[in-house]
């Protein structure tokens, strides 16, 4: 079993900065590929940035430049370090773990609102 648990979320204005974290637990043996992905109210989940057992990241094209995803590998916890925030980013935010192929671990999903 593996627990991953979200924080970091909050009302935020626009040009707001926030910071993500995702904290695993349990039978973790080594470094996985994670993900981050948000829902907001009446759309469908969508894939923010990920990163690769090897370091490597990508991100969505309406986040580039303004989202960085990192980890620190001795905590086993996951970051999104988000800048520039803009009303269009509320949401739920949640990261996934990729344990196996075709299987993955997620998290209870953090808010977070863009508002003036």
């Known amino acids: 079993q593996v627990q991953l648990v979200e924080s970091g979320g909050g009302l935020v204005q626009p040009g707001g900065s926030l910071r993500l974290s995702c904290a695993a637990s349990g039978a973790i043996f080594g470094i996985y590929d994670m993900s981050w992905y948000r829902q907001a109210p009446g759309k469908q989940r969508e894939l923010v940035a990920v990163?690769?057992?090897?370091?490597?990241?990508n991100y969505a094209d309406s986040v580039k430049g303004r989202f960085t995803i990192s980890r620190v590998t001795a905590k086993n916890t996951v970051y999104l370090q988000m800048n520039s925030l803009e009303p269009e980013d509320t949401a739920v935010y949640y990261c996934k773990l990729r344990y196996r192929p075709g299987y993955d671990y997620w998290g209870q999903g953090t808010q977070v609102t863009v508002s003036s």
């Open positions: 990163m690769t057992s090897g370091g490597f990241t």
